[in-house]
């Protein structure tokens, strides 16, 4: 038996970049829970909101009291409220219906990142991590804040390893990254002493405690969308996974369960909140540039979890690396030559969002690929030419298998039109009948063509024209070298060179019903061809003395048959002696 080989290389995941999205200087993006808008923050302290299906912009923030540069953007659960974090000291929240400003806070420090909390439909209250202090818990509507421990000797007296001091005895303050679990019962804290504290999101205590090893700082910490996954990008380079023990649902009352099960005795507190955290969190792999250790910059999970993403933060590379969740590097996309800021997995389709130091968003997507089985299950696509050999009953017509299969269809059976089954991608997500999906886009204005300089020219020309008497015939336009404007219709041609014919023939004049263009092109080259016979005075025919010229008119593939007019014989002309100037072009 065959076993088909798996290639690792063949995943769902972004292969090249698709196309950009352009709207002044974007610094940061964050998308939707169903992955259909993306939201992004501006230099000038705006925010707008992409709608990703059509890459058409749905609405822009814009808040007069802001004028720096965001550093993050936040959706609500159910996509009602978004959430932005400034450079200058500012949290604030809109309504993403309305676009109306629902609140403004300014902190004590620049936040870095915020984010609402994920277990309300409308959140009030958000968690911030400033730059040079503590993350701290924000009410929205009062504006108070609660500061969050981030070391273990916040909860007790007991010294820890590694602790040190600036030179005045005040401990030092780094970036600390903080994030919330799924539903937002229990915070995650990374600090600069290389250490996972898991606090209580009402009573503020630090309940367990996971040492990273290397006790660097820890720069990011991300939860995978179904909450299953937990990574942290440290200072050592190295990008840690970590597998969730802990229940989705009810993680807060399951820790409860372990603080107090857990009767054995310790030496200290320290060591009991590790025996904690061991059973909160287990490492799963780590994944590093072992050539050229690089830093990493904004590392996040697929939406499944199945692939894990990190970005280089050396200056001018745009280089993404891609692992799966064993730890083994599959790919690595090189993008433009500018630096990469921020980047965001779109919640279930193999797509990536890069912000570059440049302000432009960077579509990654997979590759397209015909796959002709997707539209006949059994088509098989062949490397090379096979020689097929037909079965001996493959086109034999079997009447009672046919027979067979439409009994087995119940005719009676009852169809569910009504009940509608969860999608798989959003199956561990509750439903919720206002849930905010697409937003509709805003119509931008043409631009109002600009008309060119040689058509006023020669409109000018024309007025010219007008002005000093009669027109200009169309081909003494075109011998004067002049523009003819273009007729709305060939019955405006064939009028006009009927009003310059003298009166009593217009007046005896029919409509005639006009030729096809290949009929008037035959009966022109019968013309050609076969030269009227014109008799003499002296009832002799006369030679013609002029062969007609074929001239073409406007660069048109049509010409028209100018017949020169021979010189009246004894100085007597008639109408029948003279044919036709032009032909005009069939008005179909």
């Known amino acids: 038996m065959n076993v088909p080989i798996v290639d690792p290389l063949q995943g769902d995941f972004p292969e090249t970049i698709e196309e950009f999205l352009q709207h002044g200087n974007m610094k940061c993006i964050a998308f939707n829970r169903r992955g259909t808008l993306l939201a992004a923050g501006c230099a000038n302290g705006s925010c707008v909101i992409w709608d990703f299906e059509t890459r058409g912009l749905a609405r822009e923030f814009r808040d007069k009291d802001c004028t720096a540069p965001i550093t993050s953007v936040s959706w609500s659960k159910y996509g009602h409220r978004l959430l932005a974090s400034a450079t200058d000291k500012s949290l604030t929240l809109w309504n993403v219906v309305t676009g109306e400003k629902i609140a403004r806070i300014t902190l004590q420090q620049t936040p870095l990142h915020a984010r609402l909390h994920p277990g309300s439909s409308i959140p009030s209250v958000c968690l911030a991590c400033p730059l040079s202090s503590a993350p701290i818990l924000v009410d929205l509507n009062t504006g108070s804040t609660i500061v969050l421990p981030v070391s273990a000797s916040d909860s007790g007296n007991v010294p820890l390893p590694n602790s040190r001091k600036f030179s005045d005895g005040s401990p030092p303050f780094t970036p600390t990254a903080a994030t919330f679990d799924k539903n ?66 009810g993680s807060g009352k399951e820790i409860e369960k372990i603080i107090t099960n857990n009767n054995n005795d310790y030496e200290s507190k320290y060591e009991k909140l590790k025996a904690n955290g061991a059973r909160c969190l287990v490492l799963s792999c780590e994944v590093s540039d072992a050539i050229a250790k690089v830093q990493w910059k904004a590392p996040c999970f697929s939406g499944d979890a199945e692939w894990i993403v990190g970005a280089s933060a050396s200056k001018g590379e745009h280089r993404l690396h891609i692992w799966d ?71 034999d017509i079997n009447a009672y298998a046919e027979r067979v299969e439409e009994l087995m269809i119940d005719q009676d059976a009852e169809i569910d039109v009504e009940t509608c089954e969860k999608n798989s991608p959003f199956s561990d997500f509750e439903d919720s009948a206002d849930e905010i999906i697409y937003l509709p886009a805003i119509p931008s204005p043409d631009a109002p063509d600009e008309q060119p300089d040689k058509c006023l020219v020669s409109s000018s020309k024309l ?91 406007n660069g048109n593939s049509s010409a028209k048959i100018k017949q020169q007019v021979p010189e009246p014989v004894n100085g007597n002309s008639s109408a029948a002696d003279i044919d036709d100037e032009a032909t005009e072009d069939d008005e179909m």
Do not use: C
């Not at 090893?213 to 380079?237: C, E, H, M």
């Open 184 to 249: 937002g019962e229990l915070i995650y804290v990374g600090n600069s002493k290389g250490e996972i504290l898991i606090v209580d999101s009402k009573g503020i205590q630090v309940l367990g405690l996971i040492p990273i090893p290397g006790g660097t700082v820890v720069k990011d910490i991300v939860f995978s969308r179904d909450g299953q996954y937990l990574l942290t990008n440290s200072n050592d380079r190295v990008i840690r996974v970590y597998e969730n023990i802990l229940p989705i649902n």
């Open 325 to 395: 969740r064993a730890g083994r590097l599959i790919k690595i996309l090189e993008g433009p030559k500018e630096a990469l800021i921020d980047l965001a997995w779109h919640p279930f389709d193999p797509t990536i969002a890069s912000v570059s130091v440049a302000g432009l968003t960077y579509i990654w997507a997979k590759e397209h690929v015909e796959n002709w089985s997707a539209f006949a299950p059994d088509f098989i696509e062949l490397e090379e030419n096979e020689e097929y050999v037909e079965r001996e009953d493959e086109f």
């Open 463 to 553: 007025e010219d024209s007008n002005h000093s008497g009669s027109p200009p015939s169309s081909m003494d336009a075109v011998q004067n070298g002049l523009a003819i404007p273009p007729a709305s219709s060939p019955l405006e041609v064939v009028d006009n060179s009927m009003a310059e014919e003298p009166s009593a023939e217009a007046a005896n004049a029919k409509r005639k019903r006009r030729l096809s263009a290949k009929g008037l092109e035959m009966q022109q080259a019968e013309k050609v061809k076969k030269p009227p016979i014109k008799m003499s005075s002296n009832g002799k025919p006369s030679k013609p003395k002029s062969k007609p010229v074929v001239e073409p008119v």
